[in-house]
């Protein structure tokens, strides 16, 4: 309706009486009311009500747009690969181990839902979690690094910093610490203080995966030039981080990859060196981690605010707004570091919330499906996988029972529970002898093994141990067939390199059938399983096979200022991705170098490696509480 000013009729009441006017713009100022009241009953999705309602109290899923997340994992298409259909996901890539066209399928197969990935928190959470952590009171000067020394049993970077006897393989390790500094030295040349290097425009990348956080190799990088004996360049990143790391950033970050590359980097640093400045930073940083965790279950969101509103959300393309098992499964190891550094129970709170939702959650199968709704703590999807999306849950459940000190008895039979599912679900033969993890859609197999799921020959050998006494050797031989059958999808390619995902169908073997899996970017999971093995088997033949890939990343990965990878492992002429990825410093180039080392550097007596291969120690809880326990830094 209409109110116009029409002749004859006063304008200030259209011929109403003053007592008429009064109930009208009581009954107006009613339905107003009424209506916005309404908005708070829809569902998050309608975007009434995005719009009406402050970002404080709806937050529409921004962060996982097309343009967002882990920019780096889509540039193979970016740069001209060719895709498969809908592998345009940014959402899809995003962070963990997921190759954008799983994570696009995910997407469409989560249907209407996209619509609804809309998730919530509150500010007012975040504050009172912030006062809850410091009235616990978290007194970092209740460790001590020299007591920390005194329960290793071992020194750690052994007799002779791990140099090898044997000549070969001496020759073999320096050569691996040359392609270090050549990869530092660009890095430091051409992108000092950015996230990643850029080799073939000179330039640095930023991304969009930590937040505004700089710097990324540099942080990647202290461990692997500290043991490497880089002494020069080490100090320089030491300095760079005392001088330039601002952890004061207002952007939106992957909480899965600060807490693997800067909480667990920082805290290696600070294991290796004792420097008290790599402690502080971690702590500070874990401390802004800490709002994502407030949700109806305490299971995080993937993206959060690292700024002062601790704002979360779920990625994108993630299912329902669900959150990934291979995000909010893989902190365990950095949290219970942080309580142990600052004398605060919230971290591992934190993480032992998450822990006991999955172990009393119904399991199909037995198995963990990648998506879990952080409201309602169910599964929101059936899809299982070894590689991208579950990957380092799993492997964060071994090593934290191992980091116990063998203690955690719960990870411990979680580990080998998931592990026996596992086996009779999805580990399959192919026709050709190759055993492989297939993933699992609902009970239907896909035949597809992704290089992220090349870490598995690593992890199910260094579990074998601790297996029921009969399974032992079987765990053992089980690593050693996965790792091989990695192998052979390096060996099936032009390159010598592998793809980054490969298949057991329509006639392939270890090979990747589709343009868009073709492509390396210098992932170290097949070598990191070499290196386990070497170590668990001196088996000579695993040395050789990190030899051949140092060969083919020298051939085909080093360009003029740097390494990149390529995007077609099966063609001699190839196409650099001109990214040099922080893992390559962190992982690939460390378990080369640990693999030409005697087993005395980081022995797996006393050190456990994060996802990102960041070394953290076995907490001796006995040892550490004992007050008799010396320091024996020196001796070591
Ligand atoms: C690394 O950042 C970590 O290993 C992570 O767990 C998965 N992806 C990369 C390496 O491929």
Request: hydrophobic share 35%.
């Amino acid at each position: 309706m209409v109110f116009r000013k029409l002749p004859g009729v006063s304008a200030s009441g259209m011929g109403l009486r003053l007592s008429q006017k009064f109930v009208f713009l009581l009954f107006l100022s009613g339905l107003v009311t009424l209506c916005f009241g309404a908005l708070f009953f829809l569902p998050d999705s309608v975007r009434l009500k995005r719009i009406f309602l402050s970002k404080t109290e709806i937050q529409p899923v921004t962060v996982g747009s097309e343009n967002d997340v882990r920019e780096h994992l889509k540039r193979p298409k970016e740069q001209g690969m060719t895709s498969a259909k809908g592998e345009t996901g940014t959402k899809g890539k995003s962070l963990s181990r997921k190759p954008s066209h799983e994570a696009t399928e995910e997407r469409l197969a989560g249907g209407k839902a996209q619509e609804d990935l809309t998730l919530s928190r509150s500010k007012t959470e975040s504050a009172s979690e912030r006062a809850t952590s410091s009235d616990r009171g978290a007194k970092s000067d209740t460790f001590s690094y020299q007591k920390f020394r005194g329960c290793l049993l071992k020194a750690p970077l052994g007799r002779d910093n791990g140099k090898p006897g044997d000549p070969q393989t001496n020759e073999r390790r320096e050569k691996v610490k040359e392609m270090m500094k050549f990869a530092w030295d660009n890095y430091k040349r051409y992108a000092w203080g950015k996230n990643e290097l850029r080799p073939l425009t000179r330039n640095g990348h930023i991304g969009n995966m930590f937040g505004g956080l700089r710097g990324a190799s540099i942080i990647d990088s202290l461990d692997t030039l500290y043991i490497m004996g880089l002494m020069e360049e080490y100090n320089d990143a030491k300095e760079w981080v005392q001088t330039s790391l601002d952890l004061n950033s207002n952007g939106e970050a992957s909480l899965f990859e600060v807490n693997i590359r800067y909480v667990g980097g920082l805290l290696s640093a600070y294991y290796l060196t004792g420097e008290e400045l790599f402690k502080n930073k971690a702590m500070e940083l874990g401390e802004k981690l800490l709002p994502a965790f407030n949700t109806p279950t305490g299971i995080p969101r993937g993206v959060i605010n690292l700024g002062s509103s601790g704002t979360s959300w779920s990625w994108g393309w993630a299912s329902a707004g669900s959150s990934i098992l291979a995000e909010f499964g893989t902190l365990h190891l950095e949290f219970v570091h942080l309580t142990e550094l600052s004398n605060n129970p919230i971290y591992t709170e934190k993480v032992m919330n998450i822990r006991k939702l999955l172990n009393k959650i119904e399991k199909p199968h037995g198995l963990y499906p990648n998506f879990l709704s952080p409201v309602s703590g169910n599964w929101v999807q059936h899809h299982v996988s070894i590689g991208g999306l579950g990957d380092s849950f799993y492997e964060y459940l071994i090593k934290s029972y191992l980091m116990s000190d063998k203690t955690d008895d719960d990870a411990k039979r979680m580990y080998y529970g998931a592990l026996e599912a596992i086996e009779a679900n999805l580990v399959q033969k192919s026709p050709g002898g190759l055993t492989y993890m297939a993933e699992w859609r609902g009970g239907i197999l896909d035949h597809k093994m992704g290089h992220l799921a090349c870490f598995s020959g690593g992890m199910i050998g260094i579990g074998a141990d601790d297996g029921a006494p009969e399974k032992r050797q079987h765990y053992l031989d089980l690593a050693a067939e996965i790792t091989h059958t990695c192998h052979e999808s390096y060996t099936r390619s032009a390159t010598k390199l592998g793809p980054e995902a490969f298949r057991f169908d329509g006639g392939a073997e270890a090979t990747a059938t589709r343009l868009s899996d073709r492509y390396y970017i210098l992932r170290p999971e097949v070598i990191e399983s070499y290196m386990y093995m070497w170590r668990l088997t001196h088996d000579p033949k695993y040395r050789e096979w990190g030899w051949e890939a140092v060969e083919a990343l020298e051939q085909h990965c080093r360009v003029e200022s740097g390494f990149s990878g390529i995007r077609d492992v099966y063609t001699m002429t190839v196409s650099h991705d001109n990214m040099q990825q922080s893992f390559f410093l962190s992982e690939t180039l460390k378990y080369l170098y640990l693999l030409f080392s005697d087993d005395d550097l980081l022995p797996l007596e006393d050190w456990v490696f994060n996802t990102e291969a960041h070394p953290l120690p076995i907490i001796r809880k006995s040892c550490l509480q004992d007050e008799t326990t010396q320091d024996k830094t020196v001796s070591k």
